[in-house]
């Protein structure tokens, strides 16, 4: 098991950043994948990026791809997905998840069925 609880969401003006923290607690088992969704009203829930736990690779969505950065701290207790340039097109409500059972890498984790546990979500609204 492992708690996943997101934060820093909010309200930003297009152009604006804003920094997304996923915290990691009461974890008994591997981490192997963290991903990062987010899904808008009536949509699905979409890819954004995906990292090892340790940060050492990482892929990203195109839409995303050099305005988002995904990190951790290390010891696999905070991620972080930092936003920047941020687009109207980017509102949606923001997911951390965890794959906790094999390892297949970022960049073949972008789907929801290939994480295990989730976080409530965070919401991000940038205006126009």
């Known amino acids: 098991q492992v708690y996943l609880t997101e934060s820093g969401g909010g309200l930003v003006e297009a152009g604006g950043s804003l920094r997304l923290s996923c915290a990691a607690s009461?974890?008994?088992?591997?981490?192997?994948?963290v991903g990062w969704f987010r899904q808008a009203p009536g949509e699905e829930r979409n890819f954004v990026a995906a990292?090892?736990?340790?940060?050492?690779?990482?892929y990203y969505a195109d839409s995303v791809r050099d305005r988002f950065t995904v990190s951790g701290d290390g010891d696999g207790n905070t991620f972080y997905l930092e936003m920047s340039s941020l687009k109207p097109d980017d509102t949606a409500v923001y997911y951390c998840a965890v794959d906790s059972s094999i390892y297949i890498g970022p960049q073949d984790s972008r789907l929801p069925a290939d994480y295990d546990y989730w976080g409530q979500g965070t919401q991000v609204t940038v205006s126009s």
């Open positions: 009461g974890r008994t088992v591997p981490l192997y994948t």
């Open positions: 990292m090892t736990w340790r940060g050492d690779r990482t």
